[in-house]
T-cell receptor, first 113, second 111 residues
Framework: DAGVIQSPRHEVTEMGQEVTLRCKPI?????LFWYRQTMMRGLELLIY????????DSGMPEDRFSAKMPNASFSTLKIQPSEPRDSAVYFC???????????FGPGTRLTVL | QKEVEQNSGPLSVPEGAIASLNCTYS??????FFWYRQYSGKSPELIMS????GDKEDGRFTAQLNKASQYVSLLIRDSQPSDSATYLC???????????FGAGTTVTVRA
C-alpha cells in the first residue's frame, strides 16, 4: 500500500512567488497534518484536518499561509507571497483517527531565494 | 517548561553498545507515546509506540514508560551504524489529534 505522497519533492522559487505544496494521505486515514521543519525550530505543526475539516490552524505562521482539503485524498498548502524565511522542509502526515500513529510523507524541500 | 524535553545530543556510542534516550513530558493527560527515527534528509519514521507503564520490546529496541514520573525512554541494544539518526519522542493525549514532538536526540554509532 502506498504511503503518504507529497509533491513536489523539491521547490526552488523566488521571493514573492506563490508556492503550492500537495499531499495525498494514506487511503482510509481520516486525519491529515502539515508540519514544517527547520534546524532552528525543529518540527512545527502548522495545521491539521479531520474528515477534511480544518481543526486547528493556530500553527500557521502568517496569513500568507493557507491550506485546503477539498476531499479525503488531497490537500494543499499554499504560501503567497513566499519569503526567504519560509525556506524549510514541509511534511504532510496522516493518521487513521484521533489517537493513532501518524505516518509521514517524504517531504517537500522549499527554498525561497 | 517545554512540553517535551529530550536529552541533548549528540549521543555517540560505539558499535555494539546500548544507546539510551530519555524523554520527559509535562502533560499528565498524555496516554500514548511514540518514538520516531529520522535519518538525515528523510522524513520521521515511526519505530515504537507504547501505551502502558513498563517495558515494550521490539527487536533491538525497548521502550520504557513511567507515567507517574512523566518519563519515557528508548533503549537501542547492540547499536549498529545504521542506527545513526535523530530520534524524536512524541507523547499524545487521547482526546486530541496532534502529537507534541520533542526536539530530538541525534545518535551517532561509531564503527
Amino acid at each position: 500500500d502506498a504511503g503518504v505522497i507529497q509533491s513536489p519533492r523539491h521547490e526552488v522559487t523566488e521571493m514573492g512567488q506563490e508556492v503550492t505544496l500537495r499531499c495525498k494521505p494514506i487511503s482510509g486515514h481520516n486525519s491529515l497534518f502539515w508540519y514544517r521543519q527547520t534546524m532552528m525550530r525543529g518540527l512545527e505543526l502548522l495545521i491539521y484536518f479531520n474528515n477534511n475539516v480544518p481543526i486547528d490552524d493556530s500553527g500557521m505562521p502568517e496569513d500568507r499561509f493557507s491550506a485546503k482539503m477539498p476531499n479525503a485524498s488531497f490537500s494543499t498548502l499554499k504560501i503567497q507571497p513566499s519569503e526567504p524565511r519560509d525556506s524549510a522542509v514541509y511534511f504532510c502526515a496522516s493518521s487513521l483517527a484521533k489517537g493513532f500513529e501518524q505516518f509521514f510523507g517524504p517531504g517537500t524541500r522549499l527554498t525561497v531565494l | 517548561q517545554k512540553e517535551v524535553e529530550q536529552n541533548s545530543g549528540p549521543l555517540s556510542v560505539p558499535e555494539g553498545a546500548i544507546a539510551s534516550l530519555n524523554c520527559t513530558y509535562s502533560d499528565r493527560v498524555s496516554q500514548s507515546f511514540f518514538w520516531y527515527r529520522q535519518y538525515s534528509g528523510k522524513s520521521p519514521e515511526l519505530i515504537m509506540s507504547i501505551y502502558s507503564n513498563g517495558d515494550k520490546e521490539d527487536g533491538r529496541f525497548t521502550a520504557q514508560l513511567n507515567k507517574a514520573s512523566q518519563y519515557v525512554s528508548l533503549l537501542i541494544r547492540d547499536s549498529q551504524p545504521s542506527d545513526s539518526a535523530t530520534y524524536l519522542c512524541a507523547p499524545h493525549r487521547s482526546n486530541d489529534y496532534k502529537l507534541s514532538f520533542g526536539a530530538g536526540t541525534t545518535v551517532t554509532v561509531r564503527a
